[in-house]
């Protein structure tokens, strides 16, 4: 793909499958030469799908972060999208430390590596967290997923602080975004939003596009989550 002057090099963590898919085939479809990190195989195939290139990727070690960022070469925008969850919900006393320490190195330890790697080799560029509403509520037994995604948020404005003016930091915290092909909502669940629909990857990927286009806003956290936190709910 011929460079011209609009084109960046786009990095997104997590972006074989769900909310990070769907950023990469947005950035894609835009003329931007986009790398996918990521331990799941099935990066391969979005990327033979988009024309990005995919870089088998483990987010929480540091030398396969490393190696990543060097693959890479100049990156322009960073996406910190790759995230997991507990396989299964335990409450407080079975939770091990192991499943604790896992979703934390991932979700949160993980921003770190590929910020701290990453930054060095831009100039001028966007840093962008995938955070979650869960930084600001909970289910019952979502202790480290939670923690991770308040950790983001967190560490966002940090960062921000630190790498600014060159770089701008900013996080995005979605709600329900069905990334699931084969499942339709429900009625019950579109009316569930203010907006009036669960979300998609793309509403999340056209917010990464605002923020690599803007020059006046660093440290910030946008919830896109169709009005869902700014719903009262009451028992009937």
Not at 50 to 75: L, Y
Not at 105 to 133: C, E, P, Q, R, W
Request: hydrophobic share 40%.
């Amino acid at each position: 793909m011929p460079y011209h002057c609009g084109m960046k090099n786009i990095l997104v963590t997590g972006g074989a499958k769900g909310i990070g898919k769907g950023i990469v085939e947005f950035m894609t479809s835009k003329g931007h030469r986009v790398f996918i990190a990521d331990i799941d195989p099935a990066g391969e195939k979005t990327a033979n799908d988009t024309g990005a290139t995919f870089i088998k990727t483990d987010c929480a070690d540091e030398e396969s972060v490393k190696s990543c960022i060097r693959q890479c070469g100049r990156i322009d925008v960073l996406v910190n999208n790759a995230g997991i969850a507990s396989p299964e919900r335990l409450n407080l006393s079975e939770i091990t430390l192991d499943d604790w320490q896992r979703v934390i190195d991932v979700n949160l330890t993980g921003t770190f590596l590929f910020t701290k790697y990453a930054s060095a080799n831009m100039n001028k560029g966007h840093i962008i967290n995938i955070s979650s509403t869960r930084a600001f509520q909970s289910e019952p037994d979502t202790f480290a997923y939670s923690a991770s995604k308040g950790g983001i948020v967190a560490l966002t404005h940090s960062l921000a602080v630190s790498l600014g003016p060159d770089i701008l930091v900013n996080c995005i915290s979605p709600g329900w975004i069905n990334t699931d092909e084969t499942f339709t909502p429900a009625e019950t669940d579109n009316a569930q939003h203010p907006a009036g629909r669960v979300g998609t990857p793309r509403d999340i990927a056209l917010a990464v596009d605002f923020l690599i286009n803007t020059g006046f806003m660093t440290g910030q956290n946008i919830t896109i989550d169709g009005g869902m936190t700014v719903k009262m709910i009451y028992s009937e």
